[in-house]
């Protein structure tokens, strides 16, 4: 049975630590619980803010272990790549594939006016990761995308349930030419349960995967 350490203390990290079961094979724990005295290989899932990361790819390269990294606010430089970092701008899969449809279209569209708006709940003031790499395979600047936090909005205008507005994501992105022609894409993700699903359906494919010391998008092992 191998270890998995959820290193946060925010929504993210405690719903994982409260929903990830693995039956017998992995073991979660919280970063903190630890035993410093038996070092050994596991997946370390980085969900914090940072404080605890070199600490963190100490761990890795002492131990060979992989991080999988689920802040979109960390920016990773080239000392991290003797581990495996795998990064997840999502973990959502179903959104995953999406943004990996957006990905490998993108560039269809770039003669045409585009709009994306994100909503997020009200207490959410970390980049909006899924936003900004849809941004990015549309061609457009981060500052472009509109972000609501008003929770009349939300619920009036975006139709976010009002028992989801504080956990939700909500992307809509709109791509119009100059005539009379236009295409809404519209994504919901409610509640937490799909993000729980998601990290646990890819701490399976890294365990199940020999990872090379490189950082990885999340998308190579969907």
Known sequence: MANVYIIGSGKLANELLKGLDFNQEYKVFAW???????????????????????????????????LIELSTDIDYKQDYLDIPVVLCPNTNILMLKFMNMIEKSGQNFSQYQISIIESHQANKTSVPGTAVAMAKSLSMQDDAIESVRDVKRQQFELGIPEQNLARHAYHRIQISDDKSCSIVLETKVLGDSPYVDGVKDIICAVGSNHLEKRLYDVMELI
């Open 32 to 66: 903190a619980d630890r035993n410093n005295n038996e070092a050994e290989i596991a997946i370390v899932v980085h969900a914090g803010s940072g404080r605890e990361l070199n600490e963190a790819v100490s761990y890795c390269k002492q131990t060979g272990s992989t």
